[in-house]
């Protein structure tokens, strides 16, 4: 009797992983097909760049760059901030890093000096010679290694509720779950779609509080595009890896020589203010700090306005200052 038990318990989990298995492989479809890329594709070492170009009506006064957190897509700071920033004349490339949205990475360990270089490259091949690079989130230390390794193409950088230093109480557990060796991909390809959808407007809520998330903002941003297996990988691999970056990376940021301004809400439950823009603030020298009162995690999604105006006379000043 114990061993028909047996037999029949592991049928019943083995049909589990298969349902949950053919879910995984119809939603990652279906959100694929949802959310196709909108941009064009520029080769570089060891990565498939997407980018998508928002221009202004007359001859640009200049590049702006921007770059998203974990997570997302480049879609999360295109919607928001493009077309503003494209109105004030400036042309906008918004950028999926490496692993994200609709670009690729290879299976070499992609740390934030590695994804600055590779979009630096992508940035050249497409005619960019000088830029202002505005990065959100766990962006925000790549960012700070494009103004600390490549200033002959980045003339300033803007932050906005940066990840830049060490915090106390590290990242989430699935977060190493997902990065484990044999477990993390059979998690992925099983239980973890179904257990992210179960969950996913929470999950928004929780980041974009005190605010509430915008309307539509899972159809304008695709930011379903992170439950797909690969992507959820990439995703979890940059979180898990950042803390001993920003742990080793943080004593050469008072060798940042070209102007960083920070954009941070105080109201920021997600990545600490006190701890990563204060601490960038103190450790770059001559950056500028603006806390945006009662702003939580997305300053650039509740005063898009006001972030879009802020990036726009800060690349106006490094140009006139150049």
């Not at 989990?13 to 959100?31: E, H, K, M, N, P």
């Not at 702006?64 to 493009?82: C, F, K, T, Y």
């Not at 001559?286 to 726009?312: C, E, F, N, Y």
Request: hydrophobic fraction near 45%; proline fraction near 6%.
């Amino acid at each position: 009797m114990t061993m028909k038990v047996a037999l029949s318990s592991a049928a019943i989990f083995s049909g589990f992983l298969i349902a949950a298995c053919l879910f995984t492989t119809w939603q990652a479809s279906r959100i694929a097909a949802a959310f196709p890329p909108k941009g064009a594709y520029v080769e570089v070492e060891g990565a498939r760049i997407h980018f998508t170009q928002t221009l202004p009506k007359s001859e640009p006064a200049g590049d702006i760059i921007l770059i998203h957190g974990a997570s997302g897509n480049e879609a999360d700071m295109r919607v928001p901030l493009g077309e503003r920033l494209a109105a004030q004349g400036f042309r906008v490339v918004s950028v999926d890093r490496p692993g994200h949205g609709w670009s690729t990475r290879d299976a070499i360990e992609s740390t934030p000096a590695r994804q600055a270089l590779q979009i630096r490259q992508a940035l050249e091949k497409i005619g960019v010679k000088r830029a202002i690079i505005a990065g959100h989130s766990l962006a925000g230390v790549m960012t700070l290694q494009l103004a600390l390794d490549h200033t002959d193409i980045v003339e300033g950088v803007v932050l906005i509720a940066p990840v830049t230093h060490p915090w106390p109480g590290g990242v989430a557990g699935y977060y190493y779950l997902t990065t484990a060796p044999m477990i993390g991909g059979a998690f992925t390809n099983t239980f973890m779609m179904p257990t992210a959808l179960s969950i996913f407007d929470r999950s928004l809520a929780h980041v974009f509080s005190p605010q509430t998330p915008p309307e539509n903002y899972r159809g304008l941003s695709g930011v379903e595009l992170v439950l797909r297996p690969e992507t959820f990988r990439a995703n979890a691999r940059d979180v898990v890896g950042i803390y001993d970056f920003v742990e080793k990376e943080q004593i050469r940021y008072k060798n940042i020589s070209i102007p960083v301004s920070i954009i941070t809400g105080d109201q920021d439950a997600i990545v600490l203010t006190h701890i990563h823009s204060y601490g960038s603030a103190r450790d770059i020298p001559g950056s500028q700090l603006q806390i945006m009162k009662g702003i939580g995690h997305s300053p650039h999604w509740a005063r898009p306005d006001d972030v879009s105006t802020r990036i726009a006379e800060f690349a106006a000043n490094v140009h006139a200052g150049r």
